[in-house]
Nanobody, 123 residues
Framework: QVQLVESGGGLVQAGGSLRLSCAASGRTFSRYAMGWFRQAPGKEREFVGAVSWSGDRTYYADSVKGRFTISRDNAKNTVYLQMNSLKPEDTAVYYC????????????????WGQGTQVTVSS
């Protein structure tokens, strides 16, 4: 089992930045690909980004490319999502996810999910 706890959400003005963190516990963190998803009110959960277990490969949704950066620190069992140039349409609950296979993360079917953290971007 892997337990995931997100933090760092909050209220920010459009154009601002936030950094989300996801702390993992349980089995060896470095064996897992990690990802971020989000779900806005009335919408389905969508993929935001993913990072391989080693951190050398990253993937992003087109809607966040160039604005969001995903990274990880295996020594701290933590994955980050740096969000810049935030827009009101980025408002959502952001979820951290983990799976041994990065393809499962990118396809939206990871084994493990966090509880989510709210990000609200005001215009």
């Amino acid at each position: 089992q892997v337990q995931l706890v997100e933090s760092g959400g909050g209220l920010v003005q459009a154009g601002g930045s936030l950094r989300l963190s996801c702390a993992a516990s349980g089995r060896t963190f470095s064996r897992y690909a990690m990802g971020w998803f989000r779900q806005a009110p009335g919408k389905e959960r969508e993929f935001v980004g993913a990072v391989s277990w080693s951190g050398d490969r990253t993937y992003y949704a087109d809607s966040v490319k160039g604005r969001f950066t995903i990274s990880r620190d295996n020594a701290k069992n933590t994955v980050y999502l740096q969000m810049n140039s935030l827009k009101p349409e980025d408002t959502a609950v952001y979820y951290c996810a983990a799976d041994g296979d990065i393809r499962a993360v990118v396809s939206g079917e990871p084994d493990y999910w966090g509880q989510g953290t709210q990000v609200t971007v005001s215009s």
